[in-house]
């Protein structure tokens, strides 16, 4: 659904593409965050979505980052990406349709809560699903940090935040290192102005 969102591509017959900027990131009390993002139905490949997904892997890039949900940027579409600088992909409309029994913990931090890290409890291994921008059916068997970001990123498309994996002590520690992190960066910051 584009109801909140819509990206003006500017691309018609005897026009050339627009420039590609980056988007807005914005953090962990925005409204967005909160919501479930309904399922994207519009027929693909399409130019809205082409040029979002090129948007979010700059945004991505930028903060250096490995994954990023369309909410985390204030758009109402059920779209991600993640990967690395150099390959990359967008995932529109993700499930996850099988899981390991087994489960791991391990550390996740997100860029719209920058500077936190948790210990998450998740899958080993998922197969996953999705549709590409192309509007090809994706299933993908994926393990470690590839799994952990791609059911990181399906969890802000539901709605859910990777703090609420936490239990309130272990959460507030890492608040705290969360606020000595901060602080250190900002008087390195105020000592080179």
């Not at 990023?68 to 600088?85: D, H, K, W, Y």
């Not at 970001?149 to 890492?174: R, W």
Request: hydrophobic share 40%; aromatic share 6%; proline share 6%.
């Amino acid at each position: 659904m584009s109801e909140i969102f819509t990206i003006d591509t500017g691309v018609q017959a005897g026009i050339a593409e627009p420039t590609v900027e980056p988007l807005t990131l914005f953090g962990e009390n925005h409204p967005m965050l909160d919501q479930a993002i309904p399922e994207y139905d519009l027929p693909l490949p399409n130019a809205n979505m082409t040029l979002l997904s090129k948007r979010l892997r700059m945004t991505m890039k930028m903060y250096s980052g490995i994954g990023l949900s369309a909410n985390q940027c204030g758009i109402f579409e059920r779209v991600f990406v993640m990967g690395t600088p150099d390959d990359s992909w967008a995932c529109i409309n993700p499930s996850i349709i099988d899981a390991s029994p087994n489960f791991n913990k391990d550390k996740e931090g997100c860029l719209s809560f920058p500077g936190l890290t948790l210990k998450v409890e998740r899958p080993e291994w998922i197969m996953a699903q999705f549709i590409n921008e192309n509007g090809q059916l994706k299933q993908m068997r994926m393990e470690g940090l590839t799994a952990r970001c791609f059911q990181h990123e399906l969890d802000h498309m539901n709605g859910i935040k990777f703090t609420s994996h936490s239990k309130p002590v272990a959460l507030q520690l890492a608040r705290d290192r969360q606020n000595k992190l901060i602080k250190k960066i900002k008087r390195l910051g105020n000592k080179n102005a």
